[in-house]
């Protein structure tokens, strides 16, 4: 199986948003739910938008109009699905991600990984 474009962080928030919300992504709930699992307000609505565009050429994510609706003026709203290929790098990610924490744990120590948890969350 060939490898996968990698993801960055950034890119993981927005991948991991939409697995959540599932037919309720789109952008402004994805900006919502990236902000929710970064602990970051200070997220732009338009960082949301070019990632979402990057990962949809890399086919990660598709996207289609929803019907116009009256809660939005007429105007209908972008949705956007996860598709196989981002949630094998989701994946890809989520295993390399446990990789680093187990060398960081057998560095730094089990103790550490503990308290630096306790002020993570």
């Known amino acids: ?12 928030l927005v991948l991991t948003a939409i697995l959540s919300l599932h037919e309720e992504a789109y952008g402004v709930s994805i900006h919502s739910k990236v902000q929710e699992l ?17 990962l949809e050429d890399k086919g990660f994510v ?3 109009l929803s019907d116009p609706t009256p809660e ?18 989701l994946q890809e990610s989520a295993a390399t991600a446990k990789r680093v924490w187990k060398e ?6 089990k103790e550490w990984v503990k308290q630096w948890g306790k002020h993570a969350g």
């Open 104 to 109: 960081v744990t057998q560095v730094w120590g």
């Open 38 to 54: 970064s602990g970051s307000k200070a997220i732009s609505l338009g960082a949301i938008y070019v990632t979402l565009d990057r």
């Open 62 to 64: 598709t996207s289609w």
């Open 72 to 89: 939005r003026g007429g105007r209908a709203k972008r949705c956007y699905r996860l598709e196989a290929l981002g949630e094998r790098a």
């Open 1 to 12: 199986m060939p490898k996968l474009d990698s993801v960055g962080q950034f890119e993981q």
